[in-house]
């Protein structure tokens, strides 16, 4: 199960009380919102602040009062899904690991018990690459390959649109030990 937001880290980067975030968010009615409008007033805030990498730090304090409100379980997507993630350094480049990735899953018609519903795609960028697909109940994988090192990369594949907690400690037991293989 994936571990609630940690506050901790909230308060340090922010460098404020997660009780006055609670109370700050409170005040905005942040309780009769949805993410998606709660996360702009907060980026604003830690703008003004001149806090570091404020869109992320934005979203974690969103979903961690999210959390705290009990509107969302700790791993649950604002939309009410879940995701489930795992990840492994390799050596090579990003290339390198992207052609081991698709030699690993190529000709399959199933990943963790679902079939595959088309073919899977790749794209890339002068700094990651990418490996896609859909599933036949779906959810959807995403695989996002980037350098980690010199002469080595990181392989993260990320499990979305599942529809509970469980199925989403599932399929990252799946993951993981597929990722093993490499």
């Not at 199960?1 to 409170?26: G, H, K, Y």
């Not at 009062?65 to 995701?83: A, W």
Request: contains cysteine; negative net charge.
């Amino acid at each position: 199960m994936t571990a609630p937001a940690n506050v901790t880290a909230i308060e340090r980067s922010t460098s404020r009380p997660w009780e006055q975030w609670v109370r700050r968010l409170d005040e905005l009615g942040a309780a009769e919102l949805d993410h998606r409008d709660i996360a702009p007033h907060v980026q604003r805030e830690l703008d003004s602040l001149g806090v570091a990498n404020a869109g992320w730090w934005a979203q974690s304090v969103t979903v961690a009062y999210e959390q705290h409100i009990g509107r969302r379980v700790p791993g649950q997507q604002s939309d009410g899904t879940f995701s489930a993630a795992a990840s492994r350094t390799v050596d090579g480049s990003p290339d390198d690991a992207l052609a081991a990735w698709t030699a690993l899953v190529g000709g399959r018609t199933r990943l963790a018990g679902r079939d595959l519903a088309g073919d899977p795609t790749t794209s890339t960028t002068p700094k990651w690459r990418y490996w896609r697909c859909a599933l036949d109940d779906g959810t959807r994988v995403e695989v996002t390959i980037g350098e980690s090192g010199p002469g080595r990369s990181r392989i993260a594949v990320a499990h979305n649109r599942l529809p509970s907690p469980d199925s989403a400690d599932d399929v990252k037991a799946f993951w993981k030990d597929l990722l093993a293989e490499l």
